[in-house]
T-cell receptor, first 112, second 119 residues
Framework: RKEVEQDPGPFNVPEGATVAFNCTYSNSASQSFFWYRQDCRKEPKLLMSVYSSGNEDGRFTAQLNRASQYISLLIRDSKLSDSATYLCVVLPLLGGYNKLIFGAGTRLAVHP | GAVVSQHPSRVICKSGTSVKIECRSLDFQATTMFWYRQFPKQSLMLMATSNEGSKATYEQGVEKDKFLINHASLTLSTLTVTSAHPEDSSFYIC???????????????FGSGTRLTVV
């Protein structure tokens, strides 16, 4: 079983749509969670951290359910510029150093 | 904000040759450098972790003699792909961890990646 699993998509949505991505992780001891965005042939960039209480940043809302080991990202009022791959990222607690564990990503294509 | 400069951004080399990729932290000290590889439509896979002044720790299945990592200073880490073969063609990305980890993502900053094509 993969440590972080995501629906690969692609999600093809019109501008203005609301779209939700889901992610599950296998290590119940994981400490921190993030959503990254990756454009084609570019490095991943942090979109937002994910907290148990849920958090919102403009049109983006992230939620964490530790009991179900489930993370979600909601994008409202999609823009063409939102087209990218969204990576679910988990930071386990490991000894002397921490390494980010990436999901394979969910592709989003927003069309006019 | 923190910046990691990665070079080259793209390289094409002949099979059997070696390629060196550099990552420099420009305005902070990188205590730890992570090296990832990403194949098309797949996730970033951690290859190795290096701490300044010590030997790198390689993930299972990654050949340490093939992927040489040097982290001689707090601002520079290099990955050398030795005797490259076509199957080594991939997107390689470094990520540096800042000494000061008070940032929102615990101080991880990514380089812009290197696209390696071995012909």
């Amino acid at each position: 079983r993969k440590e972080v699993e995501q629906d690969p998509g692609p999600f093809n949505v019109p501008e203005g749509a609301t779209v939700a991505f889901n992610c599950t992780y296998s290590n119940s001891a994981s400490q921190s969670f993030f959503w990254y965005r990756q454009d084609c042939r570019k490095e991943p960039k942090l979109l937002m951290s994910v907290y148990s209480s849920g958090n919102e940043d403009g049109r983006f809302t992230a939620q964490l359910n530790r009991a179900s080991q489930y993370i979600s990202l909601l994008i409202r009022d999609s823009k063409l510029s939102d087209s990218a791959t969204y990576l679910c990222v988990v930071l386990p607690l490991l000894g002397g150093y921490n390494k980010l564990i990436f999901g394979a990503g969910t592709r989003l294509a927003v069309h006019p | 904000g923190a910046v990691v400069s990665q070079h080259p951004s793209r390289v094409i080399c002949k099979s059997g040759t070696s390629v060196k990729i550099e990552c420099r932290s420009l305005d902070f000290q990188a205590t730890t450098m992570f090296w990832y590889r990403q194949f098309p439509k797949q996730s970033l896979m951690l290859m190795a972790t290096s701490n300044e002044g010590s030997k790198a720790t390689y993930e299972q299945g990654v050949e340490k003699d093939k992927f040489l990592i040097n982290h001689a200073s707090l601002t520079l880490s290099t990955l050398t792909v030795t005797s490259a073969h076509p199957e080594d063609s991939s997107f390689y990305i470094c990520s540096a961890r800042d000494r000061q980890t008070g940032t929102s993502n615990y101080g991880y900053t990514f380089g812009s990646g290197t696209r390696l094509t071995v012909v």
